[in-house]
């Protein structure tokens, strides 16, 4: 249990496009997702709270006219590069948990990963 | 502000043990998980702790000391399968910490 899925797996664009990255949790709903950016040799930096039926919480420096986030649902919740530049190029991780991370004891499960690369 | 540390990168023996270190300073505290990522994936869930002790699972354990914000985690009988980057995280809502890679020679 507590599959999550991410499509594209990897995605190659050019500069100025915009692409779109889909997160579904598969056998449970997740009133809230996570969105993570990782660059090489790095750790994990959380770039927003999507929380189902409402606006997305975005950490400090992240541009939200820029990463927009949709979460039309309670399976699914999408992220779009708007305006995509070669800085944007890294590997974008969402993860969705049962209780939106209010709990303690609550896992975050994470998707397998999207590799964007703008050229 | 919230802090968490790690050592960049480490090196064991296959077969070994080795004690992977995290420190953190967060306003609040809602418990410390390790994750295991290998290089291009997600990282997996290891451990979960929120009280102070050891907590055992397999061949790794998680310890936690609260007061003093800090935390391990312990890998024992190392396989060569076990290289990869650990992270360190402050919940619920994750803050990581920079990750430790390890590295682990037959």
């Known amino acids: 249990g507590a599959v999550v899925s991410q499509h594209p797996s990897w995605v190659i664009c050019k500069s100025g496009t915009s692409v779109k990255i889909e997160c579904r949790s598969l056998?449970?709903?997740?009133?809230?997702m996570f969105w993570y950016r990782q660059f090489p040799k790095q750790s994990l930096m959380l770039m927003a709270t999507?929380?189902?039926?409402?606006?997305?919480?975005?950490e400090q420096g992240v541009e939200k006219d820029k990463f927009l986030i949709n979460h039309a649902s309670l399976t699914l919740s999408t992220l779009t590069v708007t305006s995509a530049h070669p800085e944007d190029s890294s590997f974008y991780i969402c993860?969705?948990?049962?209780?939106?991370?209010?709990?303690?004891?609550?896992?975050?499960?994470f998707g397998p990963g999207t590799r964007l690369t703008v050229l | 502000g919230q802090n968490i540390d790690q050592p960049t990168e480490m090196t064991a023996t296959e077969g070994a043990i080795v004690q992977i270190n995290c420190t953190y300073q967060?306003?609040?505290?809602?418990?410390l998980f390790w994750y295991q990522q290998h290089a291009g994936e997600a990282p997996t869930f290891l451990s979960y702790?929120?009280?102070?002790g050891l907590e055992e699972k397999g061949r790794f354990s998680s310890f936690l000391s609260r007061s003093k914000g800090y935390s391990y985690l312990l890998l024992k009988e190392l396989q060569m399968k076990d290289s990869a980057s650990y992270l360190c995280?402050?919940?619920?809502?994750?803050?990581f910490g920079q990750g430790t890679e390890l590295s682990v020679k037959p």
């Open positions: 993860s969705a948990s049962l209780a939106g991370g209010r709990v303690g004891t609550d896992t975050q499960y």
């Open positions: 056998d449970f709903q997740a009133t809230t």
């Open positions: 999507s929380n189902e039926g409402s606006k997305a919480t975005y």
């Open positions: 967060t306003s609040g505290f809602n418990g």
């Open positions: 702790n929120v009280l102070d």
């Open positions: 995280a402050v919940g619920g809502k994750l803050i």
